[in-house]
């Protein structure tokens, strides 16, 4: 059959989200994927050696786990294989000079942990959670609503404007503030730099203005949700959502690029393919894209009005990641064991070493000192490697797309291409960073592959030129101006085509926001 009711371009979880609730529904739907298998950034493989599976990705769901979507779904994905495996201890931060600190789930712990490594900062992190509690559930309620819709104006409303009098509310000011004023309150240098980091996970930087809420949101959605991954590996989500709507009667087509969306009198009636294959669509159209690929490509012979076009033209992406996958032949050594339980540590030298690399990566220099997160799922996951062997996983964000040179003149750059030559240099100056937090690493390494900004946008289109998260997120392109200010919202200028995933609200990660949002519409 090639008339559906929706189709449903590209099979990112937030897409599959979409695609099993309306099948749940009794929706005919067809998801045309141009990649071997529907998941996008969800994908598990044997990347190393045999037996070692990789996320190759994104790799942990806290705030999927969280949100109503999981919710709604759990029961039915769990009978299709998927498997949260958590723990009570997410996230944490290991300095250069042997300092650490952990972030458990328990706040009376976290206050605890803050207050043995500096007397007093336990209070004022509670004072900063205060300050934030008359606003919580309207700003955690938001991330599962369309911001532009009628439903969240009052909530927006009650968010920014004081309450019975007149001006502006305490949350509007810190929506303009930055993460590095927002901790600096706390005098351990060790905790501001395991809070403040996390933003850069958001698409933000610590000096950046509008990071600053980011920082008590992250803690709060790191002590509800944990660190869970998939037992067997993220794809495992991908895998049971993909199974679940074929089960109900949905279609999911792969290694087919769509390359038009086909428009009549006004109205999204279908799509062609890159092969001239026509599907229709008696009811609407679905995008896991961005909007410049929508506006630019997907809807290029359509009539948009020519402002609209042009901010799509514009649209901003971000700087690159490198993802470097390492099988180990041994666990990892941590000085301090309880990162043997630890979900996704930061390593660093400090806030401010921290926000230079960023200021270098911003400058398209590769860093000289970064500062990155390590992951080992072994921890909670042994069925990820051969018995008594492990994986780890460093992700370093804010890395010039392309780099012009290099902040400590050792490696040469080239074009700026992610040759393999950049590549191995990079990845030994990382992996020297974690050899002085981590004393069996490199020794342990016994395999290795690593994901750059040109590996991520070869394989995804939405990712630009090799930015992970979909686009910038700045203050010029988030909240109400995201994907775009003339599309503030997941409905786009052709009424029954919808936009989801990472440009969209609320935005990138496995989170499920857009693809529950966007189900929503659809299903009133």
């Not at 009098?165 to 993460?179: C, D, E, N």
Request: with cysteine; glycine share 10%.
């Amino acid at each position: 059959m090639d008339q559906f009711d929706v189709i449903i371009i590209g099979s990112g979880h937030n897409a599959l989200i979409t695609a099993a609730y309306l099948t749940r529904a009794g929706r005919s739907v067809l998801v045309l994927e141009k990649n071997d298998r529907p998941g996008g950034f969800l994908r598990t493989e044997e990347l190393t050696l045999p037996g070692f599976k990789h996320d190759v990705y994104a790799a942990a769901h806290p705030l999927f786990t969280t949100g109503p979507a999981y919710a709604e779904l759990r029961e039915d994905l769990e009978a299709r294989g998927l498997c949260y495996l958590n723990t009570d201890l997410p996230t944490g931060v290991s300095i250069e000079d042997g300092r650490t600190a952990v972030l458990p789930s328990s706040f009376e712990e976290l206050i605890a942990e803050v207050e043995r490594l500096a007397p007093g900062d336990g209070t004022a992190l509670a004072g900063m959670f205060e300050q934030l509690n008359p606003y919580v559930n309207d700003v955690f309620g938001l991330f599962n609503m369309d911001l532009s819709s009628p439903e969240a104006a009052p909530i927006l409303q009650r968010l920014l404007h004081q309450k019975g009098g007149v001006g502006y509310s305490p949350f509007a000011a810190s929506l303009v503030s930055t993460a590095r004023n927002t901790v600096s309150s706390l005098q351990s240098p060790v905790t501001r730099a395991m809070l403040a980091s996390w933003v850069t996970h958001l698409g933000r930087t610590p000096d950046e203005v509008g990071s600053g809420i980011w920082v008590p949101l992250t803690v709060m959605a790191l002590m509800g949700g944990g660190m869970p991954i998939p037992e067997g590996g993220s794809e495992k989500l991908a895998q049971a959502l993909a199974q679940l709507i074929t089960d109900q009667g949905g279609e999911i087509l792969t290694e087919i690029q769509v390359e038009r969306i086909l428009v009549e009198n006004g109205r999204a009636v279908g799509v062609r393919t890159s092969k001239g294959k026509k599907y229709r669509a008696k009811q609407a159209v679905v995008a896991s894209t961005t909007p410049d690929q929508l506006y630019l490509s997907l809807l290029a012979d359509t009539e948009i009005s020519p402002p609209l076009r042009a901010q799509a033209k514009h649209y901003r992406y971000g700087r690159g990641c490198v993802q470097i996958h390492l099988a180990l032949s041994e666990p990892p050594n941590w000085p301090d064991k309880r990162f043997n339980r630890v979900g996704q540590p930061h390593l660093t030298d400090g806030l401010d070493g921290f926000t230079l690399a960023i200021a270098q990566g911003a400058a398209n220099l590769l860093p000289s000192n970064p500062t990155f997160t390590v992951d080992c799922s072994t921890n909670l996951d042994p069925t990820r490697a051969p018995s008594g062997k492990a994986i780890m996983r460093i992700q370093v964000l804010e890395v010039p797309i392309r780099p012009n040179g290099d902040a400590a003149n050792l490696i040469d750059v080239g074009n700026g291409t992610w040759s393999h030559d950049l590549t191995e240099r990079f990845t030994e100056r990382v992996l020297n960073v974690v050899s002085k937090h981590i004393p069996n690493i490199p020794s342990a390494v016994i395999g290795k592959y690593v994901v750059t900004p040109d590996t991520i946008a070869k394989y995804n289109p939405n990712a630009g030129p090799g930015d992970p998260y979909g686009g910038a997120h700045d203050l010029g392109q988030s909240y109400l101006l995201r994907p775009l200010p003339g599309q503030p919202g997941h409905q786009t200028a052709i009424p029954n085509v919808y936009m989801l995933g990472a440009a969209t609200w609320p935005g990138h990660g496995v989170n499920g926001g857009s693809g529950y949002i966007v189900a929503q519409k659809l299903l009133t």
